[in-house]
Structure formats: structure tokens, C-alpha cells
């Protein structure tokens, strides 16, 4: 079966930085766009940015200049670098990818989630 499978995350200081990966497993024939959310306490999951397979991004405004999305096909990994991180990047992160399997019609798949803390 098709999963995410994410790593990184953590409790940094505010002005640090942090890099998340989400893998990508299973029977896989194809991966489309994927992408990063991210939900805080009390507050509605939020998009954070996107990568299509061509590598063209999509941002929210409040993380622009300060996170990278990118994406290795081969590796069927798409990573997070986040920099000038502050207290309001605090939440849960979760990738996001549309996949299509080998025997599995094209469908979304969402990461576990991973808890980053910044503190002040």
C-alpha cells in the first residue's frame, strides 16, 4: 500500500531552522504535485507551500523567503527547509501528496504529522 512517511521536525530557537522530509512508499506508479500543511492549536490546517512533479512551487505568503519546498523524483521524497523560523510557525506539519499506485487509482495521501516548536 501507499504511504507517507515523514521525518524531522523538533523544538528550535526563534531565528533557527529546521528541515522536514516526507518519503513516499509502496506500490507507486506515479506522484503528482505534493506539498506541505501545517495545522497550530485551535487554528484550521493551513497550506504551507506545493511542488508540482515539473518542480514549479506555490507558497503561502506568511512563509515566503523564509521556506524551501523541493522534491527528489528518484527518491520519491519532498523536503521543507525552513529558515528564520519564529512562534508562529509553531504546529503540526503534514505532507501531502496525490499519488497513483500500481493498482490504486490517482488519490490524496497525507504524512503523519510532525510536531515543530519554535520558541521565543
Known amino acids: 500500500q501507499v504511504q507517507l512517511v515523514q521525518s524531522g521536525g523538533g523544538l528550535v530557537q526563534a531565528g533557527g531552522s529546521l528541515r522536514l522530509s516526507c518519503a513516499a512508499s509502496?506500490?507507486?506508479?506515479?506522484?503528482?504535485?505534493m506539498g506541505w500543511y501545517r495545522q497550530a492549536p485551535g487554528k484550521q490546517r493551513e497550506l504551507v507551500a506545493t511542488i508540482t512533479s515539473g518542480g514549479v512551487t506555490n507558497y503561502a505568503d506568511s512563509v515566503k523567503g523564509r521556506f524551501t519546498i523541493s522534491r527528489d523524483n528518484v527518491k520519491k521524497t519532498v523536503y521543507l527547509q525552513m529558515n528564520s523560523l519564529n512562534p508562529e510557525d509553531t504546529a503540526v506539519y503534514y505532507c501531502?501528496?496525490?499519488?497513483?499506485?500500481?493498482?490504486?487509482?490517482?488519490?490524496?495521501?497525507w504524512g503523519q504529522g510532525t510536531q515543530v516548536t519554535v520558541s521565543a
Open positions: 501531502n501528496a496525490d499519488i497513483r499506485g500500481d493498482y490504486v487509482l490517482r488519490s490524496n495521501y
Open positions: 509502496g506500490r507507486i506508479n506515479s506522484i503528482y504535485d
